[in-house]
């Protein structure tokens, strides 16, 4: 008899709760351990007991039961399954959540199988191509190629599989707090959710497959390209259904082992379904390309949103302090006449009288404090409105548009006579067309603002020299005034009392819609082509009876309207990929103990 093989202990780590055995996953790449106990708390470890993090998930103040969990192959994510029927991918560097993934809308779901595996496959190149045709290309090219002329012939696969993201900044870190996602609050997380499309995995698939108890089979690729929800592949009854238990697979191999389980303690048995991943032999070789991009566009998109969000908050800063102030003296001003505050500072900077209203307004009610609070609010909120603009939504905007290109070119090569990726090419270009409209939008925003800042700066100093002069009084005037009062760049006071005192040149784009023009204008988006035209007209030359043109630069309406595009591609590529999945014949597994059927 051999000897029994000794395995040596690498480590030892006392937990402070009992682990669930069900609840362990080990990633060999990343040599981290994650464990789930029974407080529902996911705690990651490495090999010499250094705990990394712990993951724990609340939904409304109420702690999630922890299902299952699993490393992807490549230890750069962890697939987490809670009882509100989501699976969360959580980064390796961090506890925050990548990706968020619904595998069922039903309440008291369970997830009964969580699996993630990966499918290598090596496509076709040009090379591969002519040396299967054998002595006709030796003949014609003298004896074949070698060599560096020999790797030339992979040139196209190369130049389809080129990311030129990479050469492009990072995108910039959002600010925390508020209704920012925490996955773009830190560097890590940000990184790991934007990681850069590698050619060399240009035939790596990476497939996540997860089991419900109601017998759904939900199917994800690349992180949270979803496939789609399958039902189960065995009839089920009013009393029992198929959930799958168990699932194996091989990394050359399109077809997956499903093992299923009946619910029903009288029929009982076990059942082994072979599931048949047809999109992963298809002839097209560029699937990992097409929905990496696709998916790293749905990220992007997430991206923009949160900043849109970010903008449109920092333009309400500018608007809530400058309006109570506003609003105070306006009730004043209409007691005593037919003034409003627009006119009286614009009667005060041409003619130099002060009315009394406004004097008062200024010495005792605004004073040099409220100057400060209106002066901080408003420099504080278009600094931050142009970072925002400037190193956040330009920047994704241009990866957008890049992304997008790449879609376009595949589309473009398959569309009509190859077989269909779901999305054509028109779809591509009225997204282009929609980001460029955005781009336009935005660099109005950005110039707008620039004029915003340079016109409270001149308007600003010069009601601060009013507070001081008419709280020292008339007696205190001398020559200095009049020195200064040259110097008063009058024209942009005037302008600004005229314009953005009252009504910021920035509202068209951040004032939200009312719900009876949000509706119509959603609708006249989805049939407006093209937008860029129609936009520079709003934007240089509007037309002010044109409602369309009037709600048009509206950023929000604008990234709603990109986010739903989007999803129609990334719903038809998913489409056409579900009806590539085929489930055999099921076989039933004899001789299974009961411990085994639970």
């Known amino acids: 008899m051999a000897n029994p093989v000794q395995l040596r202990v690498i480590a030892e780590k006392t937990l402070h709760s009992p682990a669930n055995p069900d609840l362990l996953a080990y990633s060999?790449?990343?040599?981290?351990?994650?464990?789930?106990?029974a407080d529902h708390n996911v705690l990651i470890y490495r090999l010499n007991g250094q705990r990394?993090?712990?993951?724990?998930q609340k939904v409304k103040g109420v702690l999630l039961d922890l299902q299952k969990l699993v490393w992807k192959p490549s230890g750069q994510l962890i697939a987490i399954a809670w009882s509100d029927g989501t699976v969360r991918l959580i980064g390796a560097e961090s506890n925050k959540t990548v990706h968020q993934i619904t595998v069922s809308e039903e309440e008291d779901i369970e997830v009964t199988c969580l699996a993630w595996t990966t499918y290598s496959a090596t496509s076709k190149s040009l090379g591969d191509i002519l040396a299967e045709a054998g002595s006709l290309w030796k003949d014609a090219t003298g004896g074949g190629l070698k060599g560096k002329s020999a790797q030339l012939l992979d040139l196209p696969r190369d130049l389809a599989a080129i990311d030129i993201e990479s050469s492009l900044p990072k995108l910039s870190v959002l600010p925390s707090g508020g209704t920012t996602e925490d996955i773009f609050s830190s560097r890590a997380s940000l990184d790991a959710l934007?990681?850069?499309f590698d050619p060399k995995d240009n035939d790596s698939i990476?497939?996540?497959?997860?089991?419900?108890?109601?017998?759904?089979?939900?199917?994800t690729i690349f992180d949270s390209f979803v496939i789609g929800t399958f039902p189960s592949p065995l009839k089920s009854s009013k009393t029992s259904r198929h959930q799958l238990?168990?699932?194996?697979?091989?990394?050359?191999?399109?077809?997956?082992?499903?093992?299923?389980?009946?619910?029903?303690?009288?029929?009982?048995?076990?059942?082994?379904?072979?599931?048949h991943l047809g999109f992963l032999t298809s002839e097209r070789s560029d699937l990992s390309l097409l929905a990496s991009r696709s998916s790293a566009l749905q990220n992007l998109l997430r991206y923009i949103y949160q900043v849109q969000t970010l903008m449109t908050a920092e333009y309400q800063a500018t608007q809530d302090l400058?309006?109570?102030?506003?609003?105070?003296?306006?009730?004043?001003?209409?007691?005593?006449?037919?003034?409003?505050?627009?006119?009286?500072?614009?009667?005060?900077?041409?003619?130099?009288?002060?009315?009394?209203?406004?004097?008062?307004?200024?010495?005792?009610e605004l004073a040099e404090r409220g100057h400060k609070r209106w002066d901080k609010a408003l420099t504080t909120a278009h600094?931050?409105?142009?970072?925002l603009t400037h190193t956040h939504l330009l920047p994704a905007l241009e990866r957008a548009s890049l992304l997008l290109s790449r879609l376009h070119g595949l589309a473009s090569y398959h569309h009509p006579s190859h077989s269909p990726l779901g999305f054509s090419p028109t779809q591509i270009k009225n997204l282009l067309d929609t980001v460029a409209a955005l781009n336009l939008a935005a660099t109005r925003v950005l110039a707008t603002t620039v004029g915003e800042v340079e016109g409270w700066a001149a308007f600003g100093g010069w009601v601060r020299g009013e507070i001081d002069r008419l709280a020292a009084g008339e007696s205190a005037a001398g020559a200095d005034d009049d020195k200064e009062a040259a110097t008063v760049p009058t024209a942009k006071i005037l302008e600004y009392i005229q314009g953005s005192l009252t009504a910021s040149p920035l509202a068209q784009f951040f004032t939200p819609l009312d719900s009876a023009t949000a509706e119509s204008h959603t609708d006249a988006l989805s049939t407006t082509t093209p937008l860029f035209p129609i936009m520079a007209t709003a934007l240089n030359n509007p037309d002010p009876?044109?409602?369309?043109?009037?709600?048009l630069p509206n950023i929000a309406s604008l990234t709603a309207h990109l986010a739903t595009q989007a999803t129609a591609v990334s719903t038809g590529i998913a489409e056409a990929e579900k009806r590539n999945v085929r489930f055999g014949d099921a076989v039933e597994v004899g001789g299974v103990g009961k411990e085994v059927l639970g």
């Open 245 to 275: 238990i168990r699932h194996a697979s091989h990394p050359h191999h399109a077809v997956h082992g499903l093992l299923m389980k009946s619910t029903s303690t009288l029929v009982g048995g076990l059942y082994f379904v072979p599931m």
């Open 206 to 219: 990476s497939i996540m497959v997860v089991g419900t108890s109601t017998g759904h089979i939900h199917l």
């Open 383 to 387: 600094t931050t409105l142009l970072k």
């Open 28 to 37: 060999p790449s990343m040599e981290l351990l994650a464990t789930g106990g």
């Open 194 to 196: 934007f990681r850069p």
């Open 52 to 56: 990394v993090f712990s993951a724990s």
């Open 322 to 364: 400058p309006s109570r102030f506003l609003g105070n003296i306006d009730e004043t001003l209409a007691e005593h006449g037919d003034w409003t505050i627009a006119p009286a500072l614009y009667h005060q900077v041409v003619t130099g009288h002060t009315l009394p209203e406004v004097k008062e307004w200024l010495v005792d």
């Open 545 to 551: 009876t044109n409602a369309f043109q009037k709600a």
